[in-house]
């Protein structure tokens, strides 16, 4: 008869590492957002309601432009990991995965979305003048 202790049980059935590194991942992403959300607010927000050539001119801007290529990535990036995590905790085994991989595909097909809007902009507004 073998005798196990509950600390021989338990190893194997979860990694301590595991989530630390997952909250570490979130938690510097987070500062990320914060960073790019107070950019945000203090330049992109104000071209909000502006006409269309303001907007254009406001957007190509290398600087603004830059911010909304960042937020656009970051906040998928974050959102990834948020949704797997979801995901992992609280849907049926077997459906987890299939969902962590439609969640992932949407979410970086809606980032490559976004990314291909501005770069539409930017082409265009080169082209144009």
């Given at each position: 008869m073998q005798y196990l202790t509950d600390r021989k049980r338990a190893e194997g059935k979860g990694s301590?590492?595991?989530?630390?590194?997952?909250?570490?991942?979130?938690?510097?992403?987070?500062?990320?957002?914060?960073?790019?959300v107070v950019l945000f607010l203090f330049r992109i927000a104000p071209l909000i309601g502006?006409?269309?050539e303001v907007v254009v001119e406001g957007l190509t801007r290398?600087?603004?432009f830059v911010i909304i290529a960042l937020f656009v990535v970051s906040t998928t990036y974050h959102w990834r990991f948020n949704i797997k995590k979801v995901f992992e905790d609280y849907v049926p085994h077997g459906w987890d995965f299939a969902g962590m991989?439609?969640?992932t595909a949407l979410g970086w097909f809606f980032c490559g979305?976004?990314?291909f809007a501005?770069?539409?902009i930017l082409i265009a507004s080169m082209i144009a003048g």
């Open positions: 301590l590492a595991h989530g630390a590194e997952h909250q570490l991942e979130v938690t510097t992403s987070s500062y990320m957002m914060t960073a790019l502006a006409p269309y290398p600087f603004n991989i439609i969640t979305l976004g990314l501005l770069a539409k």
